[in-house]
Nanobody, 118 residues
Framework: QVQIVESGGGLVQPGGSLRLSCVASGFSFRFYAMSWYRQAPGKERELVASITSAGGSTNVADSVKGRFTISRDNAKNMVHLQMNSLKPEDTAVYFC???????????WGQGTQVTVSS
């Protein structure tokens, strides 16, 4: 049974930091590229950051460049999103995504809420 569970969300003041984590099970994690997406109320889901299956390459959206960092631990089937210098516009539900491009397999977590507010 495939499971992707996010954690680490919460309420933080502007300028603060949060570290999101995602733990996966039920599939061969090491073969999947992993990404974090977010969706704010009334907006479409957008890609925030992604990392290749072996962790050798990462990509982050321009809106979070220099503030967010994605990493993964294939031994623990985990991916993390370190978020620094948070802004109110970072408020959204953050989703963990697994994608194996060679097979078309895609899995999603249920999301974790991040609220940046004073």
């Amino acid at each position: 049974q495939v499971q992707i569970v996010e954690s680490g969300g919460g309420l933080v003041q502007p300028g603060g930091s949060l570290r999101l984590s995602c733990v996966a099970s039920g599939f061969s994690f090491r073969f999947y590229a992993m990404s974090w997406y977010r969706q704010a109320p009334g907006k479409e889901r957008e890609l925030v950051a992604s990392i290749t299956s072996a962790g050798g390459s990462t990509n982050v959206a321009d809106s979070v460049k220099g503030r967010f960092t994605i990493s993964r631990d294939n031994a623990k089937n985990m991916v993390h999103l370190q978020m620094n210098s948070l802004k109110p516009e970072d408020t959204a539900v953050y989703f963990c995504n697994a994608n194996r491009y060679s097979t078309g397999s895609v899995y999603w977590g249920q999301g974790t809420q991040v609220t940046v507010s004073s």
